[in-house]
């Protein structure tokens, strides 16, 4: 009976220890993903790199982007009703090109890095002597442009809206 008794505690013992230390034990939730293009793991979070997303940040933000659309534009005063925007890949993994457009005349091309949700690209023209903003969405096929153009002669601002489907 002593035996039997001893024997019950030493395995009662057994599964009380190896349970805890089992139960201790975590594993590390980056160990299951496989973070691309330079990305790092944090608590089991891909921390992407400037130009790339997505959980494993094996997306191009580019790629977001990229297309034609076509749409309306509203202006305060704009003279040129462009119905057509392009935005192209100017440099990989992050730049991109707005191309505006009335028919097959470039109004006004500007570059800048792409960022989600939102990216802010900023040019300065010239001839206009105006400062020009551009606050470009995407959601799916679907693009809203917000542009805001500052003349430094005059101080003016002029602001436009653009929204659109993309058609490639």
């Known amino acids: 009976m002593k035996r039997l ?9 057994v599964f009380t220890l190896s349970g805890t230390l089992l139960s201790s034990c975590t594993t590390d939730p980056c160990n299951s993903l496989n ?12 921390v992407c790199p ?6 494993e940040c094996d997306l191009l933000t580019v790629d977001k982007f990229t297309g ?3 749409g309306a534009l509203r202006c305060d005063q704009f003279p040129i009703d462009f119905k057509e925007v392009e935005i192209v890949v100017a440099e ?3 730049v991109i090109t707005l191309k505006m457009g ?6 006004l091309d500007m570059t800048g890095v792409a960022e989600t949700p939102e990216t802010h690209i900023q040019t ?15 959601d799916g096929d679907v693009i809203s442009i917000y542009l805001e153009s500052i003349s430094l002669n005059t101080t003016n601002r002029q602001v436009c809206r653009f929204n659109g489907l993309r058609v490639k």
């Open 5 to 13: 008794k001893s024997t019950l505690i030493a395995a009662f013992s």
């Open 35 to 46: 973070c691309q293009n330079g990305a790092s793991c944090s608590d089991g979070h891909c």
């Open 50 to 55: 400037a130009g790339y997303e997505g959980a």
């Open 68 to 70: 034609k659309y076509k």
């Open 92 to 94: 990989k993994p992050n």
């Open 102 to 107: 009335a028919g097959n005349t470039s109004v």
């Open 124 to 138: 300065y023209v010239e001839e206009l002597e105006a400062t020009i903003h551009a606050y470009i969405r995407v």
